[in-house]
T-cell receptor
Framework: DQQVKQNSPSLSVQEGRISILNCDYT??????FLWYKKYPAEGPTFLIS?????DKNEDGRFTVFLNKSAKHLSLHIVPSQPGDSAVYFC????????????FGTGTRLQVTL | NAGVTQTPKFQVLKTGQSMTLQCAQD?????MYWYRQDPGMGLRLIYY???????DKGEVPNGYNVSRLNKREFSLRLESAAPSQTSVYFC?????????????FGPGTRLTVT
């Protein structure tokens, strides 16, 4: 039972355009969501997060939107840069789970020149 | 400040052999985690330790054991390796007091079992 789903395995975007990565979840207990970025042969690195009490969080070129009623979140990258090419993982957790994260399967973003 | 370190980086085992993956963090975090990453499967939690002296099973614990040696170190042991355990293993740590749930990951150990 995949509680966090990233239905697009890959995405290709031109440099300077917007990248939109999507994530859906099924567990209504999740109340905190994170995005991680992973380069080949490296560990995932934290990118941005959002609590369920908000519907938007912004950090520079990265914005995460949360739609609780649809159990959907998205990561927007504007403008996209070649260095953003990586695999992006969505993760979710809820209070009282010892910070255990449930990860999606990842979306590989390629930013082309 | 090295963050989370893992040894070894690569390992090849024969079926039935045993080995221990080492992990250490220097951020004084309370919680530590072991994940495996397989193609198309994302990261799956094997075991975690919410605090020094405690360990609990995650989503895929079968075939593994863990030891939280002290606050810094959390090791993962494969007693009798199987080809299904071929994977990339990541250790992570987090500070649970801040309620941000952010985990910091090591660089990973790529394990092949033949």
């Amino acid at each position: 039972d995949q509680q966090v789903k990233q239905n697009s395995p890959s995405l290709s975007v031109q440099e300077g355009r917007i990248s939109i990565l999507n994530c859906d979840y099924t567990n209504s207990m999740f109340d905190y969501f994170l995005w991680y970025k992973k380069y080949p042969a490296e560990g995932p690195t934290f990118l941005i997060s959002i609590s369920s009490i908000k519907d938007k969080n912004e950090d520079g070129r990265f914005t995460v939107f949360l739609n609780k009623s649809a159990k959907h979140l998205s990561l927007h990258i504007v403008p996209s840069q070649p260095g953003d090419s990586a695999v992006y993982f969505c993760a979710a957790t809820h209070t009282g789970t010892a910070s255990k994260l449930t990860f999606g399967t990842g979306t590989r973003l390629q930013v082309t020149l | 400040n090295a963050g989370v370190t893992q040894t070894p980086k690569f390992q090849v085992l024969k079926t039935g052999q045993s080995m221990t993956l080492q992990c250490a963090q220097d951020m004084n975090h309370n919680s530590m985690y072991w994940y495996r990453q397989d193609p198309g499967m994302g990261l799956r939690l094997i075991y975690y330790s919410a605090s020094e002296g405690t360990t609990d099973k995650g989503e895929v614990p079968n075939g593994y054991n863990v030891s939280r040696l002290n606050k810094r170190e959390f090791s993962l042991r494969l007693e009798s390796a199987a080809p299904s355990q071929t994977s990339v293993y990541f250790c992570a740590s987090s500070e649970t007091q801040t309620l941000t749930y952010e985990q910091y990951f090591g660089p990973g150990t790529r394990l092949t079992v033949t």
